[in-house]
């Protein structure tokens, strides 16, 4: 067998989670996955490699770029997925009979982009996204936004903003400029307003739709246009673009029908706010789109957005359908969480450490664990015989809040010696129901 | 644009999950995670793609065919995962100066490997392993058994037998007939008994390892020894192989210590059983081996196997760690749990679907659906406005519990028609506070 030693390390752009980041992200996933079954979203689960095909129809040019593509043992043309809403396509329209329609799925997973490594991008990604597939109805839209803010407050987010913005609305303000040919490649340069600015996106806009200094002005006059109070006072002020063509009319009225919708069941309104440069890159995007700061980090972009769709199934089937759906960026999220102070990351779940000092002792000490367990305590045991100090040296840093000590005499008494990690404080040959009591006190 | 339809299809050997089995995935890894916290095990994530050579050097020759392995945007070799054991062996050495030892992790993600496609096997497919790198200590042994047992009672499962046996036990019988360099190809074999029965086990023996008829039945007299008795009986009656060689003494006592402590704390001993033909195929293991089986439903083979291993990290290190785990078969167990009706497969977790009957009252609807969730309630709002019929319908094949109708009537009076969708119980007019009574009280 070949002697030398494999370099550990994992690929560029690819990373591991320690348990520290990795038990936080699952407690992040099992609040938000609550929330999306407490509204009647259920999970489905796709394979993380497709036929080529079926993803490259949907992916832009560039995602196409960045897929990881190859053949398989078969000669099949298959690639990992790059996002949730392709195989979601695919699952559809595979899975047609089989589904209800509405329908209402929530989806976690990894996927793939071979993008240029950078700071902070990862090549593989976790997404979670949720969707409500076959109806039109206002109602969905809304519900969207209701589940966006049930899962940020459970999370103990407070300080949030939901920009809001129509599709609609974006194609009526180039088509009154005379630009309908022109809009994906608008809308691509808006999106880019956060990063580039709005100097840059006016030059851009001037340059890339070869139009006027005046018009890229004035464009950039309409875009830049924000809600700052009731929506109800926005609506009557920006009225006038109503008149301006059937896009923006249709727009304008399908988003103040969801705010009214929002408003009439007591939602907290104010954490919405129309803002009439989101545009959401995505080619998909049919209807209402949306994306989510927190207000105090707004540098971190975007936590969770979406939008509606008409054609989600188009490359697959002539059966339109249409749906709308926000994805949450985990990693986002998680570096918010953490910066304020809202991500707890333990080192361990367990609240004790049962050390025993002595071989003989083993059986007692996991006695001791079950007991705790059946309590509702979590208690791990030190599995190995040594000075006490390397044990309590590793309570300490992985952050048990008590060390349960067995030595002779707490053995033969059938005893603990109870010691509070953090206070130090310190409890001898107690007995294990005055334990209990001590840790669920704590 | 090209306009001819993708066939909606996933790739041979890869499967979607339908609501319903995802759901029932999702609860069962709630509650095998939650058992694994208990005992101290923290979650950790590794990527699914990894460098080829970081894989390749611990995957058996098969597995290496299996590879699903190409080459990157960087030209590098890389390769999906084919088990989570390799990349946590590369893991712990990558972050060796980050980690606490003894290291309790536990991890939970798909593997891929190409094998022919055949009924029930998939080529992705879920682990969800757990492991105690660092310390030799049988007390880690005992407790991987505990977490086994724990999580298969978690789940409700009441009716199982963990198999146990000793690499050095096998070792030591290959030994006494002075086979000693034909172990592995022995323990292959042996590996296939439950497969391929006895005859055919002893007639392969004969074969590949050349020798006589006899020989190979005095082996198989050995290998099929099980214990049937209590353990201290048992160790007994054996104790003459104790005398045969070294090896056989060592993995016998072992074994007989671990049991000790297990019985000494009290643990259901009942269910662990002595079985010398439990081989594990895998290379790695070097002491305690088991599987776990379901008494009713032998024929899904082992929803839980795993072992004692010393040179885990061996390809990265020269630092010997010698570590214990297991790993629990999901899918298989999933099969076993619907069997025995342990599994409740529901179509929506929500319990009640609220159906307005007129855009107008969509608000009120939604209000409802807000307060029976801050009740721990989950609630679905039906978001089309339909014949009663339709809605009606949807709720009874998704599996609501309860419909509330909220018709003209109800929507001035601020009541709701509730109906129970089981016993078809109807009650006109009532207010919510009844409703959430009426539904906390099912």
């Not at 976690?108 to 490594?117: C, D, L, Q």
């Not at 103990?156 to 180039?174: A, K, P």
């Not at 709005?198 to 340059?207: H, P």
Request: include cysteine; charge should be neutral.
């Amino acid at each position: 067998m070949d002697n030398t030693l494999v370099n550990a390390k994992t690929l560029s752009g690819f990373r591991d989670r320690l348990p520290k980041e990795s038990a936080a992200k699952s407690r992040i996933l099992n609040v938000v996955s609550k929330v999306f079954l407490s509204y009647g979203f259920m999970p489905i689960e796709t394979p993380h490699l497709e036929y080529a095909e079926t993803l490259i129809k949907q992916g832009s040019h560039e995602i196409q770029k960045e897929m990881y593509r190859f053949k398989d043992h078969g000669n099949r043309d298959v690639a990992l997925r790059f996002d949730l809403t392709v195989p979601l396509a695919r699952f559809i329209v595979q899975h047609r009979h089989e589904l209800e329609m509405p329908f209402k799925r929530y989806a976690i997973g990894n996927v793939f982009r071979g993008e240029r490594a950078q700071k902070g991008r990862y090549r593989e990604f976790t997404q979670c996204d949720f969707d409500f597939i076959g109806s039109s109805s206002l109602s969905c839209d809304a519900e969207i936004l209701q589940v966006i803010y049930s899962s940020l407050t459970a999370l103990n987010l407070q300080e949030f903003s939901i920009w809001l913005n129509h599709r609609e609305i974006l194609n009526g303000i180039f088509e009154h400029f005379g630009l309908q040919d022109n809009i994906d490649s608008g809308l691509r340069i808006i999106d880019k307003l956060d990063k580039i600015g709005i100097d840059s996106v006016k030059l851009e806009l001037q340059k890339e739709l070869s139009i006027s200094v005046q018009m890229a002005e004035e464009i950039c006059s309409i875009i830049t246009i924000k809600q700052n109070n009731h929506y109800e006072d926005f609506f009557k002020e920006i009225a006038y673009l109503k008149n301006y063509n059937e896009s923006l009319k249709r727009g304008l009225e399908s988003l103040e029908s969801m705010l009214h919708i929002l408003h009439d069941l007591e939602f907290d309104i104010s954490v919405c706010r129309v803002n009439f440069s989101i545009a959401r890159g995505l080619g998909y995007y049919t209807g209402i789109v949306y994306e989510t700061t927190l207000n105090r980090l707004k540098s971190i972009g975007s936590v969770c957005s979406g939008g509606r769709y008409d054609n989600l199934t188009q490359s697959f089937s002539k059966e339109q359908l249409s749906g709308v759906g926000a994805s949450i960026g985990i990693d986002r999220l998680m570096v918010g969480l953490l910066e304020l102070g809202l991500l707890e990351q333990r080192g361990t779940m367990a609240r004790a450490l049962i050390i025993p000092l002595h071989q003989d002792y083993l059986p007692f000490a996991h006695k001791v664990g079950e007991t705790l367990r059946q309590s509702n305590i979590r208690a791990e045991v030190y599995p190995d015989i040594t000075k006490i100090k390397k044990s309590l040296n590793y309570a300490n840093t992985k952050g048990h809040e008590f060390s349960l000590i067995i030595g002779e005499e707490e053995f033969k008494t059938k005893t603990i010696t109870v010691k509070n990690m953090t206070s130090g404080m310190q409890r001898e040959n107690i007995s294990l129901l005055q334990v209990l009591q001590i840790i669920k006190q704590n």
